[in-house]
């Protein structure tokens, strides 16, 4: 019989908390949790930001959420998802053009995010 293994990591219940409150759609708690998660060399910290950018763009934040999206684009420019949901908030915000730039960009990292919507 093989023996139990203890080699996995322990689930991190806050991170896993501040999930669920996201996918519920109770950003307001989800993004306090997420502020946690937010420091240099967290594990979360990339995802962190990107939920936390979800949800100011859910909640009708779209300036705020278009800066963070940029600095997450900065950070990794090869990041497909973030560019998308930029283009999103871009084309809220009536910056068509660049919206659109940023699609065409998205379509050649990862032409699935066009194909499929982001479920998240």
């Given at each position: 019989?093989?023996?139990?293994?203890?080699?996995?990591?322990?689930?991190?219940?806050?991170?896993?908390?501040?999930?669920?409150?996201?996918?519920?759609?109770?950003?307001?708690?989800?993004?306090?949790?997420f502020?946690?998660?937010?420091?240099?060399?967290?594990?979360?910290?990339?995802?962190?930001?990107?939920?936390?950018?979800?949800?100011?763009?859910?909640?009708?934040?779209?300036?705020?959420?278009?800066?963070?999206?940029?600095?997450?684009?900065?950070?990794?420019?090869?990041?497909?998802?973030?560019?998308?949901?930029?283009?999103?908030?871009?084309?809220?915000?009536?910056?068509?053009q660049?919206?659109?730039?940023l699609?065409?960009?998205?379509?050649?990292?990862?032409?699935?995010?066009?194909?499929?919507?982001?479920?998240?």
């Open positions: 019989m093989a023996s139990p293994r203890n080699d996995l990591p322990v689930a991190d219940t806050v991170w896993l908390n501040a999930t669920q409150f996201y996918r519920k759609g109770d950003c307001l708690e989800a993004q306090k949790l502020l946690g998660f937010l420091q240099n060399g967290n594990p979360h910290a990339r995802d962190a930001t990107y939920f936390s950018a979800r949800c100011m763009q859910r909640t009708g934040d779209n300036k705020r959420a278009r800066d963070v999206y940029e600095q997450m684009v900065v950070l990794d420019p090869l990041d497909a998802k973030s560019l998308y949901r930029l283009g999103e908030v871009l084309l809220e915000l009536g910056e068509t660049r919206a659109f730039e699609r065409q960009r998205v379509g050649r990292l990862n032409p699935d995010l066009l194909i499929n919507d982001l479920w998240d």
